[in-house]
């Protein structure tokens, strides 16, 4: 289930429910986050590769696993742009995946670990066990659950799926360094808030966390987390 947050009324419930929040969102402008609507598992993919790496190196090293599991030959699309980062796909399935060999996955750079969780990550999409339709009808908590089954994918990777993928208006990332930092900071805390402290913060913010996460992230001019 994709949901277009509606900002407005999201930040009148904050406006309200948090003075500090409040302050957070008048110094930082309109809220701009849009749910991406590319298929889950292409960006469950580059979740993966991404993860550990700098944007730059992970973006070539994407763009050749696609070119790799992907149909078409490399020159028939532009599949980069000048960071590296994939601008298209075709084709790119699990089954595909599923194909690829140990060569051709070291071939396009990706560690064993990572081979290892995009083939886990294929499986699970093969089987039915994970699709675009289960993500519509699943609630926060069971997409969560249902992706961590998934070998290297975690709680924080599933969460930010939820956030920029789907769209879902009520996401609390309680491990996220960004959001940590910058509620440190906005709420005059002493220390880096343990996942009850965020908790504990971001109940107000509730049904509208997501909001309130992007504006802490905004507020610390963070560039946003590679989901």
């Known amino acids: 289930m994709r949901h277009d947050i509606d900002a407005e009324a999201a930040i009148a419930h904050l406006m309200v429910a948090d003075p500090v929040m409040a302050d957070v969102i008048a110094a930082n402008g309109p809220f701009m ?10 960006s469950l993919c580059r979740s993966i590769t ?85 993500f519509h009808e699943w609630e ?6 249902h992706l961590t089954q998934v070998r290297g994918i975690g709680r924080w990777t599933a969460e930010m799926h939820l956030m920029f993928h789907l769209g879902r208006p009520d996401v609390l990332p309680t491990n996220d360094v960004g959001i940590n930092r910058a509620m440190m900071k ?3 805390l002493e220390a880096m808030p343990k996942p009850a402290d965020v908790l504990r913060i971001g109940e107000p913010w509730r049904p509208w966390a997501t909001v309130a996460c992007w504006y802490l992230w905004r507020s610390e001019d963070v560039k946003l987390p590679e989901a």
Not at 64 to 83: E, H, K, M, Q, Y
């Open 33 to 42: 986050l849009r749910a991406d609507p590319e298929d889950p598992f292409l």
């Open 186 to 188: 906005v709420y005059g």
């Open 140 to 145: 926060d908590d069971e997409i969560i659950a």
């Open 50 to 134: 991404y993860q550990q790496l700098s944007g730059k190196a992970a973006g070539t090293i994407f763009s050749r696993f696609l070119n790799a599991a992907s149909d078409g030959a490399i020159g028939d699309v532009p599949r980069t742009g000048s960071s590296g980062e994939p601008l298209r796909a075709t084709g790119l399935t699990p089954a595909r995946v599923l194909a690829l060999s140990d060569e051709e996955f070291r071939a396009v750079g990706m560690s064993r670990q990572k081979t290892a969780s995009l083939r886990d990550l294929a499986a699970h999409f093969d089987r039915g066990e994970l699709s675009a339709h289960l």
